[in-house]
């Protein structure tokens, strides 16, 4: 049974950081891109960051240069440490897994994360 499990949120304060976890069970891992969304309140879901095709990384320009995504696929894991946090990061975070060679997705149930003072 595919499970992706995400880890890490919270409260914090303005610049603040938060890393978030998700670590997935009952597939192979390595064979999957990972990737991590976010849904505000009120808002449709919107990617926050990615690993490509080949294994590079991309980010929404609203998290570059404080989001940063990253794996260890002997773990399971693929992680987001957010640094500088602004309010308007509060949502709730899901990571999803898209098998590179076939397309099925797999979705986590999500953590919040919400920034204020």
């Known amino acids: 049974q595919v499970q992706l499990v995400e880890s890490g949120g919270g409260l914090v304060r303005p610049g603040g950081s938060l890393r978030l976890s998700c670590g997935g069970s009952?597939?192979?891992?390595?064979?999957?891109?990972m990737s991590w969304y976010r849904q505000a309140p009120g808002k449709e879901r919107e990617l926050v960051a990615s690993?490509?095709?080949?294994?590079?990384?991309n980010y929404a320009d609203f998290v570059k240069g404080r989001f940063t995504i990253s794996r260890d696929n002997a773990k399971n894991t693929v992680y987001l440490q957010m640094n500088s946090l602004k309010p308007e990061d509060t949502a709730v975070y899901y990571c999803?897994?898209?098998?590179?060679?076939?397309?099925?997705?797999?979705w986590g149930q999500g953590t919040q994360v919400t920034v204020s003072s």
């Open positions: 690993f490509t095709t080949g294994g590079s990384t």
């Open positions: 009952g597939f192979t891992f390595s064979r999957y891109r």
């Open positions: 999803k897994a898209v098998l590179i060679i076939g397309g099925v997705a797999y």
